[in-house]
T-cell receptor, first 113, second 111 residues
Framework: KAGVTQTPRYLIKTRGQQVTLSCSPI?????VSWYQQTPGQGLQFLFE???????NKGNFPGRFSGRQFSNSRSEMNVSTLELGDSALYLC????????????FGPGTRLTVT | KQEVTQIPAALSVPEGENLVLNCSFT??????LQWFRQDPGKGLTSLLL?????REQTSGRLNASLDKSSGRSTLYIAASQPGDSATYLC??????????FGKGITLSVRP
């Protein structure tokens, strides 16, 4: 069974631009969560999607948004990029919404210059 | 607000040593606790998941314990090897189904 895949793996953007990251969950998994990892703050929860609906949201500004498609694939979008958005963005999938083991992808390394 | 603490931030041990990594959390109302491994620049690999009703889980040389009432978990690594060098993170799932992570312990196993 293929694991969680994320594309692209690396991205360089300029301040003020927007970016879209993609995540394909493990086959059969319907819940997708997104996390931001930085050296200073560690891993922080962004949001979780299940059945195309956002079920949970972390404490991030509205510039961070996401969506989930009917095939459970998910995208997250960051608009008006700031230098502080440079981070490793990790996606995790689990079979259902709730308290299930989460399986992480390799991440997308975003650098904002 | 749930807070997860892992101390120390870094640890260096000689190969072959048995070691214990600690994790503490402030809110005991958790559903489960997961230990992850992260290699530099990579994603997270799930090592062990302990449900709140369980006391411990074992996988190979790894054993994780959970004491929910005291807000503590430990990850025991037996006979450490250089390949165990990585950052180990613990995370708890609370009532809101969100994972809250510690900052991790960077382990270096010297040959």
């Amino acid at each position: 069974k293929a694991g969680v895949t994320q594309t692209p793996r690396y991205l360089i953007k300029t301040r003020g631009q927007q970016v879209t990251l993609s995540c394909s969950p493990i086959s059969g998994h319907r819940s997708v969560s997104w996390y931001q990892q930085t050296p200073g703050q560690g891993l922080q929860f962004l949001f979780e999607y299940f059945s195309e609906t956002q079920r949970n949201k972390g404490n991030f500004p509205g510039r961070f948004s996401g969506r989930q498609f009917s095939n459970s694939r998910s995208e997250m979008n960051v608009s008006t990029l700031e230098l502080g958005d440079s981070a490793l963005y990790l996606c995790a999938s689990s079979p259902r919404f709730g308290n299930y083991e989460q399986y992480f992808g390799p991440g997308t390394r975003l650098t904002v210059t | 607000k749930q807070e997860v603490t892992q101390i120390p931030a870094a640890l260096s041990v000689p190969e072959g040593e048995n070691l214990v990594l600690n994790c503490s959390f402030t809110d005991s109302a958790i559903y489960n606790l997961q230990w992850f491994r992260q290699d530099p620049g990579k994603g997270l690999t799930s090592l062990l998941l302990i449900q709140s009703s369980q006391r411990e889980q074992t996988s190979g040389r790894l054993n994780a314990s959970l004491d929910k009432s005291s807000g503590r978990s430990t990850l025991y690594i037996a006979a450490s090897q250089p390949g165990d060098s990585a950052t180990y993170l613990c995370a708890v799932t609370g009532a809101n189904s969100k994972l809250t992570f510690g900052k991790g312990i960077t382990l270096s196993v010297r040959p």
